[in-house]
Every structure is written in structure tokens, then in C-alpha cells.
């Protein structure tokens, strides 16, 4: 299995609800990430988990809350969301660092759209 | 921080030729620059990385060149088809082992 799996590919949601976007690998991969991207331009990382734990806040409101429960998986959290935060979401991971080689395999993502 | 760049956010060549694209770069510690392939509704596709102690890597029809005296890489394709329309954004690490910061995109649109 060479594929980060992202469910579900499409959302909706009110600015009221709580909803999950969930990502899940089977590669071994010991660093899984979330990227926002807004139309037409390039992913912005979100967080970092290593070895299943956060290594990487990029000051991102609380209103998104990730959770690692093991190594295969990554949920986040949707919480009270405002409509600038609708974007595609994508997960990503990679065997460790980065610069080991072969970047990151990224999911398909979820197509978020706050109402 | 890594800040990386393009040169041009759009670029249109006819089937069968070959497609250059440009990346700039502004932090000098950056030592691994991959470039990704995105299509419209999918995710960034890996197509091939480069290391800074690196001038040149070739791939299948694809070769990425690193200039590390004026903080640029490039990614040539070769007999552009149809099928490689898509952004294509470069991607940089520095700093942090686990960050890639993305460049703006450019897309590629190839002409029958």
C-alpha cells in the first residue's frame, strides 16, 4: 500500500458544528502532516506529528485541534470554524525527516466548506 | 526560514516540446528541494528531489537543476504531453528536518 487515504473528500459544515477529517497510511511512515491549501495557492503546513507525537505548531488557531492515535492515523479536528477556513485539506506522510529522501506522499484531501 | 519562489505562475507549450520551469530561493542553508506535481482535485505528486551537494538529477523525462551561487532550480520536462498539464510547485527544506515550504505554483498547460 503506497497511499495516504483522506476521508471524506468532500465537507460541509456550519460555523456551529464539530466535525473530523480523518488521514490514514499503511506505509510506515513514522511523520504525518496537515497542509491547508486555499485555490490557487501552494499548501501551508499546519502540524507536524513525529513518532506519534506533535512536533510542529505553526501558530495555528485552536479552533483546529490534530490527534495522532497511533502511527497508521490522523484525525483533525473541527471545531466553531469561520468561513475563511473553508480549503482543501491535505494529509501527508514520509518515512522521517524529509531531506531523507522522497518528500512527502500526500493524500487526495478533503474539500472543507464552512457555511 | 526557507522562502522559495517562482519566476512565472503560468506557462503554455505545445505537445512534444520541452517545458522549463523556474524556482528562486532566499535561505542558503537549504539543503533539499523536491518538486511536486499537483492535478486538478488531487494532491501534490512527488516527481523528483535534488540535494544541495547536487548540480543535476535526471528522472523518466524529467531533470531538476540546482544553482546554488544564485539560489535557483529549475525542472525541465521533455516532450511535454497533454498529461503533464497541472501545477507544478518546488518545495525546499531548511531549518527544520520535517518542514517543506512550497513555492507559489506555476501551471503548466500543454497545447495538442
Known amino acids: 500500500d503506497t497511499e495516504v487515504t483522506q476521508t471524506p473528500k468532500h465537507l460541509v459544515m456550519g460555523m456551529t458544528n464539530k466535525k473530523s477529517l480523518k488521514c490514514e497510511q499503511h506505509?510506515?511512515?513514522?511523520?504525518m502532516y496537515w497542509y491547508k491549501q486555499k485555490a490557487k495557492k501552494p499548501p501551508e503546513l499546519m502540524f507536524v506529528y513525529s513518532y506519534e507525537k506533535l512536533s510542529i505548531n505553526e501558530s495555528v488557531p485552536s479552533r483546529f485541534s490534530p490527534e495522532c492515535p497511533n502511527s497508521s492515523l490522523l484525525n483533525l479536528h473541527l471545531h466553531a470554524l469561520q468561513p475563511e477556513d473553508s480549503a482543501l485539506y491535505l494529509c501527508?506522510?514520509?518515512?522521517?525527516?524529509?531531506?531523507?529522501?522522497?518528500?512527502?506522499?500526500f493524500g487526495s484531501g478533503t474539500r472543507l466548506t464552512v457555511v | 526560514g526557507e522562502s522559495v519562489g517562482l519566476h512565472l505562475p503560468t506557462l503554455s507549450v505545445q505537445e512534444g516540446d520541452n517545458s522549463i520551469i523556474n524556482c528562486a530561493y532566499s535561505?542558503?542553508?537549504?539543503?533539499?528541494f523536491i518538486w511536486y506535481k499537483q492535478e486538478s482535485g488531487k494532491g501534490p505528486q512527488f516527481i523528483i528531489d535534488?540535494?544541495?551537494?547536487?548540480d543535476k538529477r535526471q528522472g523518466q523525462r524529467v531533470t531538476v537543476l540546482l544553482n546554488k551561487t544564485v539560489k535557483h532550480l529549475s525542472l525541465q520536462i521533455a516532450a511535454t504531453q497533454p498529461g503533464d498539464s497541472a501545477v507544478y510547485f518546488c518545495a525546499g527544506s531548511g531549518g527544520s528536518n520535517y518542514k517543506l515550504t512550497f513555492g507559489k505554483g506555476t501551471l503548466l498547460t500543454v497545447n495538442p
Open positions: 535561505n542558503s542553508a537549504s539543503d533539499y
Open positions: 506505509m510506515g511512515h513514522r511523520a
Open positions: 535534488i540535494r544541495s551537494n547536487m
Open positions: 501527508a506522510s514520509s518515512q522521517g525527516a524529509v531531506d531523507r529522501g522522497g518528500g512527502y506522499t
